[in-house]
């Protein structure tokens, strides 16, 4: 009996039968955008099933005293994505033969503060292992820098790096190599807001082109060996449905539901579509304050200006409709009917594949 009454309510008021395909369009327009999402990210994990081979660089000589190095991360904190800054705390070890101190004139490249930068040394002096190489192992915890890139935000993929040279050698003289097999990072590390994906170490050169008046030959400048590690991180995916495009979901769906009431409503029709913006400028300032002042449109971006764009469609679309429903005869209310089914199925169209391009170009 409450069923029956309901039903007799919603068909004075709304197309019931609307309702209905219009609800199993939410449905699949929802299933479209987790499947989407959830594609991405294990894109994402496939990628980080297995991490680039550390690359010798083809510059260096033979001759080159070669440093095999690695790096432990144990602990990052004050991530600033807004800065481009975070702190590191991590163990790197040194194995070497030769003569060549790889220590002593040891530089971080992305250092932010040289001065703040705390290294402990496990051992007083290097200790000497069975195949008479030199090992040492150094604690250091400090700020590094990293320009972050935010134009997939927030689907974006970002590196922790952490890079070191020595500045006293060329890479003729000593060449750091990377250690992947035993550096990586601490089970129990974690950064609030992200999660850690995989680890990179990459051995590469550096060119230091304002030493050439130090040269002898002015058209070559000097190469150094340098050894990168990068931590690479996302955004938890339960973050990104949750609590950035679920809200814009229901704002949209919310737009689209102003085209489903009755024509007679004449008010109302109007006043669902200027809330929606409303809240849509919200949401949207909500999220950018998070984020650095640049200079072009993150991922999210887009996807609202594509939702202003529909929004603002529906508006215009009330107001347009809005004599037609005045005149109070049956055929102007179906006329209006048939041109507010036209205009949901044209918005769910354009959004589906809107979103989609956005998402996976």
Do not use: C
Request: net charge negative; aromatic share 12%.
């Amino acid at each position: 009996m409450r069923f029956s009454i309901a039903k007799l309510v919603l068909k004075a008021f709304f197309r019931f039968e609307q309702i209905h395909d219009w609800i199993i369009s939410v449905f699949q327009i929802t299933i479209l955008f987790i499947l989407l999402l959830f594609i991405l990210n294990l894109q994402g994990l496939a990628q980080s099933t297995s991490s680039p081979l550390a690359k010798s660089p083809s510059e260096s000589s033979s001759q080159a005293q070669q440093v095999k190095t690695g790096i432990y991360a144990i602990n990052i904190y004050d991530l600033d994505i807004a800065n481009h800054t975070y702190y590191i705390d991590f163990y790197l070890w040194l194995q070497w033969r030769g003569d060549l101190d790889p220590i002593a004139q040891l530089e971080f490249a992305n250092g932010v503060e040289d001065w703040g930068v705390t290294l402990v040394p496990e051992y007083d002096v290097p200790q000497q292992l069975a195949d008479d190489s030199l090992y040492q192992i150094l604690r250091i915890e400090g700020r590094f820098t990293e320009s972050f890139q935010l134009d997939r935000y927030p689907l974006d993929e970002q590196s922790l790096k952490i890079s070191i040279e020595n500045s006293a050698y060329t890479i003729d003289q000593l060449v750091y190599v990377a250690d992947e097999e035993n550096s990586g990072f601490a089970e129990t590390l974690s950064i609030s807001g992200w999660q850690i994906k995989h680890y990179q170490m990459q051995s590469a050169v550096h060119h230091h082109n304002f030493r050439l008046s130090e040269l002898k030959d002015a058209a070559k400048p000097p190469t150094y060996s340098m050894l990168t590690y990068r931590l690479v991180i996302t955004r938890p995916l339960n973050f990104i449905f949750w609590k950035l495009f679920l809200p814009l979901m229901l704002v949209m769906l919310s737009a689209w539901g102003a085209l489903l009431l009755h024509p007679i409503f004449v008010e109302l029709r109007s006043l669902i579509p200027v809330a929606a913006l409303i809240t849509s400028a919200i949401l949207q300032h909500t999220y950018s304050v998070t984020l650095p002042e640049l200079n072009y449109l993150v991922l999210l971006d887009k996807i609202y200006a594509l939702m202003y764009a529909l929004i603002l469609a529906i508006l215009l679309a009330s107001i347009m409709t809005t004599d037609w429903a005045r005149r109070g005869k049956p055929e102007d209310f179906e006329r209006v009917s048939r041109f507010d089914r036209s205009l949901l199925m044209a918005q769910i169209l354009v959004w589906i594949v809107g979103v989609s391009l956005m998402l996976l170009l």
